[in-house]
DNA sequence: GGTGTCATGTGAACGCGCGCACAAGCGCGT
DNA sequence: ACGCGCTTGTGCGCGCGTTCACATGACACC
């Protein structure tokens, strides 16, 4: 508010449905660039990414990455802003809430660490599975967790605990000093304004498809043969 | 049909947003009829799906759930009229592709049974994987899957394979005649056009709370303690 | 050097979704 | 029986997002 806006390195707001795109670009650009490609254009990314042509174009021009005239986008160039905007550059170590079935899936997922979110940690409330290796990390108690953070640096936190614990471990996250949190456990949760929590939701899309389903079976009776 | 019947089974379109939100209604709903509760109003609905009042009573217009002026909601009576129009009453049972991490974790999840979601079966295209049994089903060739479907009358069909398979998974599905999609791989996937994908992109969540994460720490040097 | 062709960048319109605010209606207490 | 308080149901305005359509501008070829 006291000083003027500055539009360097990502200070103005990206609409959060642009937000919501760019990392779809990003891994079609990236795929791109393995290919050797070093121009796109905005159909050709529109394609890639499943979107409209005009909206990449509008995306494309809330990040400073403009394009040439009759050419296209620079493949490389547009990598690492969408990469610069997204992440701030540097990695985002993980820790994960909860090892159990959901929780040990994500401690061997090489995408983490491919995408720039490392597991730095693993911390569980079960005594049983506290000091187990999974995924070539230890299981630390809950306990540990602020000064697992602390140490390590990570800034994002996954819960994957059963609903009941969901709230709790937030509020260990939280206090933790951990800022953004994705939450998978089935369990709407309160969080302090500055926190930001993105809830994925397995039981709720399965539900959506039931919805469209349900309502082609019995809304449309055209088709009959399969 | 001759006269244009305006059936009371879910014939008018739902939006979308309703939709997405009605199994977080459906969850706080279970809550509270396992805690005895016999009505609920908008308001406390509202807190418990995290969202506003005046939405969750235009959401409920939609469906055919009037509730009572200067009482509420029928708690009983919303929980069948959602679980109506999300899944059409009839359980859909579920097939996943790709039996790896995450589709081991998904196979052991209690939570797609409980939810109306049984495991119809599994596949796989690797001869190592296929034959073994992951949380009580035997992992069947992709070869098989047609078949699979036919036999079980699977409506829905997970792909949980590497993102460079999907788009082949998603075809084998399509071509056993599921209609209903869910993808975990970070892949856009082309279907036909009634056929519904949904993406589940765990990447993408992470990068978008690290878009804010960079946002908060590099634009907003004032932070209110407490 | 001129011109044609192509793709970017954006103005404007449309539709959707959300939330406020208020009228209508139901039940309960007196 | 009657009024009061509580809650539903919704009309309306606002903002966001998407898309079309077009003007602007760069590059290549002749
Ligand atoms: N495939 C899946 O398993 C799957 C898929 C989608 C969503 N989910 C959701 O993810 C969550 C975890 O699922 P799961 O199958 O791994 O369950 P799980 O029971 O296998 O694992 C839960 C783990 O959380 C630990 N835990 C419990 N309370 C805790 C607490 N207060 N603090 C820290 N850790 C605690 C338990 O000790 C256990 O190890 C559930 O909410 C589930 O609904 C699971
Ligand atoms: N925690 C996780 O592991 C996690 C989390 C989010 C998203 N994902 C995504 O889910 C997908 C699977 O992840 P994963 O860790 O389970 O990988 P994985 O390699 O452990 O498992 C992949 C499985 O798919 C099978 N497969 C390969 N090609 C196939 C085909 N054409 N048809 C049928 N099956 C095929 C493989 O044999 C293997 O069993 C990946 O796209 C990944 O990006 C994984």
Redesign the interface.
């Known amino acids: 508010m006291t000083e003027p806006t500055r539009d360097r390195?990502?200070?103005e707001?990206?609409p959060e449905a642009t937000?919501?795109r760019?990392?779809?670009y990003?891994?079609?650009l990236l795929e791109l660039a393995d290919a050797g490609v070093e121009t796109v254009s905005s159909v050709g990314l529109a394609e890639?990414?499943?979107v409209n042509a005009a909206n990449v174009r509008k995306d494309l021009s809330y990040l400073h990455a403009h394009g040439t005239r009759g050419v296209g986008y620079e493949v490389g160039h547009l990598v690492s802003e969408i990469s610069l905007?997204?992440?701030?550059g540097r990695p985002?170590p993980?820790v994960i809430v909860g090892v159990g079935?959901?929780g040990?899936?994500?401690s061997?997922?090489d995408?983490?660490v491919a995408?720039?979110?490392p597991i730095a940690g693993l911390v569980d409330a079960d005594p049983a599975v506290v000091g187990r290796k999974v995924a070539g990390t230890v299981v630390r108690p809950v306990d540990e967790l602020a000064s697992l953070v602390a140490e390590t640096g990570a800034?994002?936190g996954i819960v994957a605990t059963p609903a009941a614990a969901a709230q709790e471990a937030v509020g260990h996250l939280v206090a933790a000093g951990i800022?953004?949190?994705?939450n998978f456990a089935?369990?709407?949760v309160?969080v302090?304004a500055?926190v930001?929590v993105?809830q994925?939701?397995?039981?709720?899309?399965?539900?959506?498809?039931?919805?469209?389903?349900?309502?082609?079976?019995?809304?449309d009776?055209s088709r009959a043969a399969?």
Chains 1, 2 share one sequence.
């Open positions: 390195t990502g200070d707001p990206i937000v919501a760019l990392p779809v990003l891994r079609g890639l990414a499943g905007v997204l992440g701030g985002s993980v079935n959901l040990r899936a994500l061997r997922y995408g983490f995408g720039g979110f800034t994002v800022r953004s949190i994705l089935p369990s709407v309160a302090p500055h930001d993105r994925v939701d397995l039981a709720t899309e399965l539900q959506i498809l039931g919805y469209h389903q349900h309502r082609r079976t019995t809304g009776t399969g």
